[in-house]
């Protein structure tokens, strides 16, 4: 894996050498940027691993959420524990091959803590978003678009550009789902394809064959179609496969976020069984650098204890659908507003 790629903003932390005798605040941290891939990427929680993971990382939970947040008081029932949550979640590929801001993922979830269960909409990338306030744009471009004005025209430093950069697509997708969304994680592609080899790969089937080079950018799909285990690239592969080079097996961003769900499902799965359980260290060291969020130290806590034991059943996934016409996705207006509904009820279960 290249850290040096990954574009996620920067961290103040009080890391410890790697050569430092001791290393066991190292570790922890690691143990809190895997629970937050799990969570906010996979979105899942192993109940075994977080049950052992939440009193042993406490120490580590204050590295996570920007210093100035760990100070934020939260009102008597405000908290994730209290009240449904809703959190963005994009996805960025900055692997060694290229790569850069644009979210090729990004989803809005809602997590209620009566329930003790999920709704997850997925936004296809080429969607057409337009909102009050703000530049109609491709959903995968905001966050980009975002970050260079920070830096340009509003003159902030690289760490403070990419927090004002989240604040306004938080501000674009509450527009959107008329919802108030509270939180974002960025994570890197390279961290989803880690932890999938951490677990020893996840079962899928494949819809179609799959077969695609550029040799631009390193890209080499090569997928049969069927039932198979994928290792952590075959498995980023199959979720983001847009097309053959021959212009054949034609896959849309519907497709693709069908994939995304079925993975996670299947990852859910396994990381809630013994076998996930036990590799849960190996997943802790493969995560790295990987992640940035910004949810308050509490709250992050008060997250993890509030869903141990979240499994797929759990968690509904509505993938939005729309038409294509070049170089965008419209949106259905009528399963746009199915999303808001139901992002709305759970808020309110």
């Not at 997850?120 to 080429?126: A, E, G, L």
């Not at 039932?227 to 519907?254: C, H, P, T």
Request: charged share 30%.
């Amino acid at each position: 894996m290249s850290k040096g790629s990954t574009e996620l903003p920067p961290r103040t932390d009080s890391r410890q050498s790697a050569k430092s005798k001791k290393q066991k605040p190292r570790k922890k941290r690691s143990v809190l940027k895997t629970i937050f891939v799990l969570l906010f990427a996979v979105l899942l929680i192993a109940a075994a691993a977080l049950a052992y993971l939440v009193f042993k990382a406490d120490e580590a939970v204050d590295q996570i959420s920007a210093p100035s947040d760990n100070e934020v008081v939260i009102p008597a029932g405000e908290s994730v524990k209290d009240k449904a949550v809703a959190m963005l979640l994009m996805g960025i590929d900055s692997r060694s091959h290229g790569g850069g801001l644009n979210t090729d993922v990004l989803m809005v979830a809602v997590f209620n803590p009566n329930s003790k269960s999920a709704t997850i909409v997925t936004i296809p990338r080429d969607s057409n978003i337009d909102v009050d306030g703000y530049r109609t744009r491709k959903a995968n471009s905001f966050y980009a678009d975002f970050y260079m004005n920070a830096l340009n025209n509003k003159n902030l430093e690289k760490e403070a550009a990419y927090a004002d950069a989240k604040q306004e697509v938080r501000n674009v997708m509450s527009k959107l789902f008329d919802i108030d969304i509270k939180y974002s994680a960025v994570i890197n592609f390279q961290g989803f394809a880690d932890v999938v080899d951490a677990l020893g790969g996840v079962e899928v089937d494949v819809d179609m064959r799959m077969k695609y080079t550029d040799t631009a950018d390193g890209t080499n799909i090569d997928l049969q179609k069927g039932v198979q285990v994928l290792s952590g690239e075959k498995a980023l592969d199959f979720v983001r496969y847009r097309k053959s080079n021959d212009g054949k097996n034609m896959s849309s961003d519907f497709d693709r976020n069908k994939r995304q769900s079925q993975v996670i499902g299947a990852l859910t799965d396994k990381m809630k069984t013994f076998d996930g359980v036990t590799k849960i260290g190996s997943v802790i060291e493969a995560v790295g650098e990987n992640l940035t969020m910004d949810m308050p130290s509490k709250e992050i806590k008060n997250m993890m204890t509030t869903y141990l034991g979240i499994s797929r059943n759990d968690i509904t996934f509505i993938p939005l659908e729309g038409t294509w016409r070049s170089p965008y996705v419209y949106l259905d207006e009528t399963k746009l507003e199915e999303a808001r509904a139901a992002l709305k009820a759970k808020m309110a279960e």
